[in-house]
């Protein structure tokens, strides 16, 4: 399999507490995305972080990338019961023409 | 703009018929995707298109057909349902590949 893998499946925090979810990916990349997913609905693209970039903000969310270690993450800051979804990486994968492929996910619930 | 748009929402088959899931955008976007969604199994690729007239396979494509005769539209088609069919469909677009990509609302397939 090309996908990525999210790592943990699964995380349970509070609100107000921080969220961080990991990326790891098997081949060399353009740039890497993350993608939320609320239950029973479509995608919605959050950030695109390129390969010459190592940090990328965007509101309460901050995705680093290193490319040596074929890795990423994802921090949540100040989390909300409304971030509670799955999270989603994703890259482009030479072996399909560059499409993007998916990783498993990783799934927050956040807790009033 | 209504962003990318699929039907039907649901559809329930019985195995061996074959149907059509539609999918449009009007953004103008040049890439095309259909990925499937399974449990555990994150998002995977169908089929690709790049450009009107120019289809590619992805990391599931057996089973399923294609075809992109305009830039707005990119329909996939099921040749014979079979259970493991079983899935919800998402349509997504973006300006090029390997950018940000743009999903709709997702099909639920249940074949019978």
Redesign the interface.
């Known amino acids: 399999?090309?996908?990525g893998e999210e790592d943990p499946q699964a995380l349970s925090i509070q609100e107000g507490e921080n969220a961080t979810m990991n990326c790891s990916y098997k081949t060399s990349i353009?740039?890497l995305?993350w993608?939320r997913q609320n239950s029973?609905?479509?995608?919605?693209?959050l950030i695109?972080i390129r390969s010459n970039e190592r940090e990328k903000h965007s509101g309460r969310l901050r995705v680093t990338l290193d490319t040596s270690k074929k890795s990423s993450s994802l921090l949540i800051t100040a989390s909300r019961a409304a971030d509670t979804a799955s999270y989603?990486c994703?890259y482009?994968n030479s072996n399909?023409?560059?499409?993007?492929?998916?990783?498993?996910?990783t799934s927050l619930l956040v807790t009033p | 703009n209504a962003g990318v748009t699929q039907t039907p929402k649901f559809q329930v088959l019985k195995t061996g018929q074959s149907m059509t899931l539609q999918c449009a955008q009007d953004m103008n976007h040049e890439y095309m995707s259909w990925y499937r969604q399974d449990p555990g199994m994150g998002l995977r690729l169908i089929h690709y298109s790049v450009g009107a007239g120019i289809t590619d396979q992805g990391e599931v494509p057996n089973g399923y057909n294609v075809s992109r005769s305009t830039t707005e539209d990119f329909p996939l088609r099921l040749l014979s349902a079979a259970p493991s069919q079983t899935s919800v469909y998402f349509c997504a677009s973006s300006i090029r590949r390997n950018e940000k990509l743009f999903f709709g609302s997702g099909t639920q397939l249940s074949v019978l």
């Open positions: 399999s090309q996908q353009n740039n995305q993608y029973g609905r479509g995608l919605v693209h695109l989603f994703a482009a399909s023409g560059y499409a993007l492929n998916f990783g498993k996910g």
